[in-house]
């Protein structure tokens, strides 16, 4: 199994542009979480799904930021304008039971 | 929402050494789930270990266990032997078992492992 697999790696955006960020969870995993994470603020969730409806959006910060998961095997993240408080590193997890939460290697998103 | 501290933003330990990483939390619910995540400067977050509230008997897997107090909602990690690959950010994060899935983490510890 490749794991959780996030594209980019890295990216580097000028503010205002649109970001959209990628995952795509382990085979028969249900639940898909997106996290950001800064030094000020730590490990934040922002949204949750549960086989591909979304659970939890509290997290999303502002309109500026929308997640589809359009099925099984792929979500987006996707933040429209992006502005330089946006950069952070991105996570994706995923897990079919309590035991199984697995991260991908995260985005780290650069606004300038 | 439930809070997770860890009250040590660095600690550091020599090589062959032990080291306990603490960690609190507050929940008023009876049944849930703790982690101890890894993050090496790769970025990449590994599962360190994990128990299960309703289990007693404190977790353990290889050189790493954990002191789970229930009454006191605590939850450290010991860490024996220590290695330089040791050497990483550790986080303790809270899973309720009743409502909603999604892991709830503290700030993070930052242990250094000396030669």
């Known amino acids: 199994d490749a794991g959780v697999i996030q594209s980019p790696r890295h990216e580097v955006t000028e503010m205002g542009q649109e970001v959209t960020l990628r995952c795509k969870p382990i085979?028969?995993?249900?639940?898909l979480f997106w996290y950001r994470q800064t030094m000020m603020r730590g490990l934040e969730l922002l949204i949750y799904?549960?086989?591909?409806?979304?659970?939890?959006d509290s997290g999303m910060p502002e309109d500026r930021f929308s997640a589809k998961m359009p099925n099984a095997s792929f979500s987006t993240l996707k933040i429209q304008p992006s502005e330089p408080r946006d950069s952070a590193v991105y996570f994706c997890?995923?897990?079919?039971?309590?035991?199984?939460?697995?991260f991908g290697s995260g985005t780290r998103l650069t606004v300038v | 929402a439930q809070t997770v501290t860890q009250s040590q933003p660095e600690m550091s330990v020599q090589e062959a050494e032990t080291v306990t990483l603490s960690c609190t939390y507050d929940?008023?619910?009876?049944?849930?789930?703790l982690f101890w995540y890894k993050q090496p400067p790769s970025r990449q977050m590994i599962l360190v270990i994990r128990q299960e509230a309703y289990k007693q008997q404190n977790a353990t897997e290889n050189r790493f266990s954990v002191n789970f107090q229930k009454a006191a909602k605590s939850f450290s990690l010991k860490i024996s032997d220590s290695q330089l690959g040791d050497a990483a950010m550790y986080f303790c994060a809270y899973r309720s078992a009743n409502s909603g899935y999604a892991l709830n983490f503290g700030k993070g510890t930052s242990l250094l492992v000396t030669p």
């Open positions: 085979s028969g995993h249900n639940s």
């Open positions: 799904f549960n086989n591909n409806v979304p659970i939890d």
């Open positions: 929940t008023s619910e009876s049944d849930y789930y």
């Open positions: 997890a995923t897990t079919w039971a309590v035991n199984g939460y697995t």
